[in-house]
């Protein structure tokens, strides 16, 4: 079993940049590969950005590149994801994920562990 734990959200004003975490439980962590999806409210469940499992190759939202850099420290089995210039748009529920198959994807449907997600509110 796999259990992911988000941290890091919270209110931020526009131009600002918060840092998320994940932590992940189990030994084969670094077998996995990660991503952040967000969901704002009445909208479907969104990619932001994945890392596959060595952390060599990253992908990102549109929306996102640019601003948003995810990255991995396999040792502390933690994945961060660290938004910058945020703008009120990026107002979400975070969510981490996790996907044994180590590749990554940006189709949120592929992961097959979630954490239950944190809020990021960015006021303009």
């Known amino acids: 079993q796999v259990h992911l734990v988000e941290s890091g959200g919270g209110l931020v004003p526009a131009g600002g940049s918060l840092r998320l975490s994940c932590a992940v439980s189990?030994?084969?962590?670094?077998?996995?590969?990660m991503g952040w999806s967000r969901q704002a409210p009445g909208k479907e469940r969104e990619f932001v950005a994945g890392?596959?499992?060595?952390?060599?190759?990253?992908g990102y939202a549109d929306s996102v590149k640019g601003r948003f850099s995810i990255s991995r420290d396999n040792d502390k089995n933690t994945v961060y994801l660290q938004m910058n210039r945020q703008k009120p748009e990026d107002t979400a529920v975070y969510y981490c994920?996790?996907?044994?198959?180590?590749?990554?994807?940006?189709?949120?449907?592929?992961?097959?562990?979630w954490g239950r997600g944190t809020q990021v509110t960015v006021s303009s």
């Open positions: 994920a996790a996907d044994h198959r180590g590749l990554g994807s940006d189709d949120p449907s592929a992961y097959e562990y």
């Open positions: 189990g030994r084969t962590f670094s077998q996995y590969a």
């Open positions: 890392i596959n499992w060595i952390g060599n190759v990253e």
